[in-house]
């Protein structure tokens, strides 16, 4: 396996350092990022480094479980819990019941001559009344289905103010298989609703300090960090979906129906903890005014409407619903609307929810069939379709190329022996080579082979580009630059109403859907989302700014001109950007403003290549130098409102650098979400950057 160290011949002094090791980014109680702000500390986390892991007060939700969530699982295991017995909490009986069913599935696979594990589900209502109401005794809620004596009065407490709390009982030592349910399906419950569930009660937490037990507590529901490395895509006894050896994993069945900010002082973090309800309630609604928290079901309907593309006026800062909806969609496809959307509380809930209904939906007409996976995903994308159902065929390039020589072959060989491709899944472009997929050709394959197109369009968005025309079903990851705030979670999905299989899928949805996400997120969301528009034209012009700078500073763009031209003198290798890779098949999809002209809704913008690019380089100290250079904010996550930085490969595919480096994804890519700060701004960081690793190449030789 490829090793990854941090060099430490040259040291580069950064240029400024936004964040501290492990703070919150941005300096809020439910920030979704955290900033790991060198190469080695990247590398210290991966390793499990203790002073990386002693400074981690935060991470991004689905890996690190967030301090307000452990503390309520800590009550619920004192209240319910049996000897050496974790938890995992649900807002849904549904998915509890499928984390169990997951854990089950594959520690049979892992241990196959061990006895199942018992997994146990409790439902636990929550409401004010529940501070006053002593808990049961725990030889009542030994059973394997438990319902948890509800103090709440339905008539009497406001609906708002009753939690149904689901939680997942399992053995300790296999908690990291639970773990990973959580991290790949994305429906674990979140930090709002964890404080809401906290304010009702009255135990005593004090244990449960930082997000990191005391030793008179149970260990800490974390990432898994500890002695050995946080493997967040492969626990002990998984086999990487790049891994060439292991255990193949077992597949569960589908569901039955600005400017750069200041320095980060320690006082800051130790303050965090101390922040009331109301100041955190302030300094989360510091640039505007968010609805009441009552009104959850406006927001939510809101959301619908502006991803639908038919809310009149969406660049106003309030919301008036007694306005009409928009006749025509300004998304380009005829006869879309709020009810073909569906919200979820992340973008991973998404893409697993439309592949448990593609499944659903298959299930009904016959045998379910493999899906394809169409480029190199996001990672957990491929988890959940080789995890669940019968699988996957990976094709990780992506390219035009593949179509004729790998999955032409695929659909004709599957045509002639049953069941047929269920769905092709694709990122538009992907994330982080920034590919896009000819949805032109792809779509005409669907029709004549009779499989779904599953589209995430989480990287360009929908201002950019118009994918739902090619697809039968949009999944998009609103954590992302659709809020930009970085505090808030959530995804949507929506059928093309326009597409062959419509009306089944609706109908299947309708039939299975359940709402989960949580009231007080959703109206962060709709507040965040409000100035979207404006926000992505302003990411799209500083982002071709940069990308284009530094794509003059490359080799593979000078070697263009010159195939001759040796790599000595150059420290960026190469730059990703859909403005020049299959930028044909972008252009196809992207928007242009005369040709979404629509009177009722403003404002329409001219769509552009997006606030993502990836850089390689000529060599490993060139990377770690430029990166320790940058002046950003450097973390996971992208489509923020500042710009954001990670060396992508180490942190996402650490275990299976070469397996990931076979797909043209190079260990030593970083990768750049671009923000809204000035010009001269970004300019200044990237130049400080650049210069600083030719000194420390130069240094070196």
């Known amino acids: 396996m490829t090793t990854v160290t941090s060099t430490t011949r040259t040291t580069i002094t950064p240029c400024s350092i936004a964040t501290e090791l492990g703070g919150a980014v941005p300096h809020l109680p439910h920030a979704i990022s955290v900033s790991l702000p060198t ?15 002693d400074s981690m007060r935060t991470g991004y939700p689905r890996f690190f479980i967030h301090k307000s969530i452990q503390k309520l699982s800590f009550i619920c295991e004192k209240r319910f819990g049996l000897p050496n017995e974790k938890s995992i909490l649900f807002p849904s009986s549904t ?73 997942v009982f399992l053995p300790q030592e296999i908690f990291r298989i639970g773990k990973s349910f959580w991290q790949h399906v994305g429906d674990g419950i979140s930090s709002r609703l964890a404080e809401k569930c906290l304010s009702m009660l009255n135990d005593d937490v004090s244990d449960v300090s930082n997000g990191v037990t005391t030793t008179t507590a149970p260990p800490p529901l974390s990432s898994g960090l500890g002695k050995r490395p946080p493997q967040r895509y492969s626990t002990s006894g998984f086999s990487h979906y790049g891994s060439k050896k292991g255990v193949t994993a077992p597949r569960s069945p589908p569901r039955q129906p600005a400017k750069s900010p200041p320095v980060r002082k320690s006082q800051e973090a130790e303050d965090e903890d101390s922040l009331t309800a109301d100041a955190t309630t302030y300094l989360e609604e510091r640039y505007a005014r968010n609805l009441p928290q009552s009104s959850a079901a406006t927001a939510k309907r809101t959301l619908r409407r502006r991803i639908a593309g038919v809310l009149v006026r969406d660049d106003t800062p309030e919301v008036d619903l ?32 439309a592949h448990q209904l593609a499944m659903q939906w298959r299930a009904k007409e016959g045998e379910v069939g493999k899906s394809v996976c169409f480029g ?32 032409v072959p695929i659909l004709q060989q599957q045509q002639q022996s049953q069941p047929p491709i269920l769905a092709l899944f694709c990122e538009f472009p992907s994330n982080p080579l920034l590919r896009s997929p000819n949805l032109v050709r792809l779509r005409s394959l669907a029709d004549e082979y009779g499989f779904l197109i599953v589209v995430d369009e989480t990287i360009a968005n929908f201002v950019n580009v118009d994918v739902l ?8 990851s609103l954590t992302k630059v659709f809020s930009g705030e970085t505090n808030v979670m959530g995804g949507s999905l929506v059928l093309n109403p326009n597409g062959r299989y419509y009306i089944p899928l609706k109908n299947m949805q309708q039939l299975t859907y359940e709402d989960t996400y949580f009231g007080e997120d959703a109206i962060y969301m709709e507040r965040n989302s409000r100035d979207f528009k404006r926000r992505v034209d302003v990411i799209n012009r500083n982002t071709a700014l940069v990308a284009g700078w530094l794509r003059e500073q490359c080799w ?56 993502l690019f990836s850089i390689t380089f000529t060599s490993k100290l060139a990377a770690q130098s430029f990166f320790d ?68 190449v130069k240094n070196e030789q």
């Open 95 to 167: 998915i509890a019941d499928a984390c169990r069913t997951f854990i089950k599935d594959q520690h049979r696979v892992l241990n196959p001559t061990s006895p199942s594990p018992q997994i146990r589900l409790v439902q636990y209502n929550i409401c004010p009344q529940s501070s006053t109401t002593p808990p049961p005794p725990p030889t009542s809620t030994k059973g394997e289905n438990v319902i948890v004596p509800s103090p709440c009065d339905p008539k009497t407490t406001d609906p708002s103010n009753i939690i149904d709390l689901h939680i």
């Open 469 to 476: 025309r090619y697809a039968d079903i949009v999944v998009s």
């Open 322 to 353: 007694t306005l009409p909806v928009a006749k025509e969609s300004w998304r380009g496809v005829k006869n879309v609307g709020e009810s073909d959307v569906w919200l979820y509380p992340t973008g991973m809930s998404a893409i697993w929810h």
């Open 556 to 611: 593979a763009y000078k070697s263009q001109l010159d195939p001759n031209l040796s790599k000595e003198g150059f420290v960026i290798k190469d730059v990703f950007y859909p403005k020049w890779v299959t930028t044909e098949n972008y252009d196809r999809c992207r928007i242009v403003a005369p040709d979404r002209a629509n009177d009722e809704v403003k404002p329409v913008y001219d769509g552009g290549y997006g606030g």
């Open 629 to 696: 250079a940058l002046g950003c904010e450097k973390g996971p996550s992208l489509g923020t409102n500042f710009t954001l930085a990670c060396p992508y490969t180490v942190l996402a595919h650490y275990t299976e650098l070469d397996w990931a480096a076979g797909w043209g994804v190079e260990a030593d890519l970083v990768r750049v979400s671009v923000g809204m700060e000035k010009k001269d701004v970004l300019m200044n960081w990237f130049e400080m950057a650049v210069r600083a690793a030719e000194q420390a």
């Open 376 to 407: 190199f995903p996001y990672t957990d994308t491929l988890k959940i379709l080789q995890k669940w159902g019968p699988g996957a065929h990976f094709l990780g390039n992506g390219l035009d190329s593949d179509i004729d020589s790998q999955l």
């Open 39 to 53: 190469w080695r500390d990247v590398v210290g986390y991966e390793e499990g480094e203790k002073r990386v892991i």
